[in-house]
């Protein structure tokens, strides 16, 4: 079992950025795919980014490509989101995920974070 735990959102103006993080209990972390997801009010949630257990290989939706980074510290057993130029349609609820199967498939993703709230005000 891990438990997942995501701060760093926030309101900010449309261009600022911020920094997610994504804290992990356990030390089983580092076996773990992780990835980045998002549910804005009224629609489904979404890939955002995800990134492999050696932090090797990244993924991002094509929304995100170029402004969001994904990035993972195993030794501190925390996970990461860096967004850039934010946008209004960026305002959602992020959440982070775990999971020991492939990092591009959603149904992968076995633990979830209950995520932090993005608001980018325009």
């Known amino acids: ?11 900010v103006q449309a261009g600022d950025s ?11 972390f580092s076996s773990y795919a992780m ?25 991002y939706a094509n929304s995100v490509k170029g402004r969001f980074t994904i990035s993972r510290d195993n030794a501190k057993n925390t996970g990461y989101l860096q967004m850039n130029s934010l946008k209004p349609e960026d305002t959602a609820v992020y959440s982070c995920a775990v999971g020991s199967g492939s990092m591009y498939l959603i149904r992968e993703y076995k633990f979830w ?7 980018v005000s325009s």
């Open 113 to 119: 974070g209950q995520g932090t709230q993005v608001t």
């Open 18 to 28: 911020l920094r997610l993080s994504c804290a992990a209990s356990g030390r089983t």
């Open 35 to 59: 990835g980045w997801f998002r549910q804005a009010p009224g629609k489904e949630r979404e890939f955002v980014a995800a990134i492999s257990s050696s932090g090797s290989l990244t993924h």
């Open 1 to 11: 079992q891990v438990q997942l735990v995501e701060s760093g959102g926030g309101l």
